[in-house]
């Protein structure tokens, strides 16, 4: 069974940083991508960054040289390093994995908070 186990998320000034992880379990191999989406309260989920399993990375455009996505193979987890965080970025942020068969799995989210 895949759980996917988000952390990290918080209240922080705007211009500071939070460093989300993302442990995931059940699932070693056969994942084709692992992500970090956000959503805000009657806003559909977007995605924020993207990383494959051949270590390939994307950002949406709002998060460009704010945002970093990494993931540790070893410890079979996740991470987004956000600095510079504004107010926008307020959001829940959940980790997503997606398998070679195309199945999605959904972490349960953590609540980020950027706010003076």
């Known amino acids: 069974q895949v759980q996917l186990v988000e952390s990290g998320g918080g209240l922080v000034q705007p211009g500071g940083s939070l460093r989300l992880s993302c442990a995931a379990s059940?699932?070693?191999?056969?994942?084709?991508?692992m992500d970090w989406y956000r959503q805000v309260p009657g806003n559909e989920r977007e995605l924020v960054a993207r990383?494959?399993?051949?270590?390939?990375?994307n950002y949406a455009d709002s998060v460009k040289g704010r945002f970093t996505i990494s993931r540790d193979n070893a410890k079979n987890t996740l991470y987004l390093q956000m600095n510079s965080l504004k107010p926008e970025d307020t959001a829940v942020y959940y980790c997503k994995l997606t398998s070679i068969g195309g199945v999605g799995y959904w972490g349960q989210g953590t609540q980020v908070t950027v706010s003076s």
């Open positions: 990383r494959t399993s051949g270590g390939s990375t």
């Open positions: 059940g699932i070693t191999f056969n994942i084709y991508a």
